[in-house]
Nanobody, 115 residues
């Protein structure tokens, strides 16, 4: 059973930054690859980033490469997404997930980039 809770979303101006967090209480966090996916208004789920269980393998969609940083703290069962240089097209609900497609995801946190 997926038990993921995201937080840290909000309203930010273009060029601003946000840090998302995701706590996993499912009990297998330190063994799992973890992902961030997002869903913009009127669109499907989009893979954003992934990280291996040890945290030393990180992968990004081209649309966020160089602006977003994924990380994890296995001692705290927590996944992070540091987002900088935010653009209006980053506006979406952001989910942490156990799979790249986002089928096993949390409830999400809204990120709105607007002036």
């Amino acid at each position: 059973q997926v038990q993921l809770v995201e937080s840290g979303g909000g309203l930010v101006q273009p060029g601003g930054s946000l840090r998302l967090s995701c706590v996993d209480s499912g009990g297998t966090f330190n063994m799992d690859w973890m992902y961030w996916v997002r869903q913009a208004p009127g669109k499907g789920l989009e893979w954003v980033s992934g990280i291996n269980s040890h945290g030393n393998g990180k992968y990004y969609a081209d649309s966020v490469k160089g602006r977003f940083t994924i990380s994890r703290d296995n001692a705290k069962n927590t996944l992070y997404l540091e987002m900088t240089s935010l653009k209006s097209e980053d506006t979406a609900v952001y989910y942490c997930a156990k799979d790249k497609m986002g089928n096993q995801r949390g409830q999400g946190t809204q990120v709105t980039v607007s002036s």
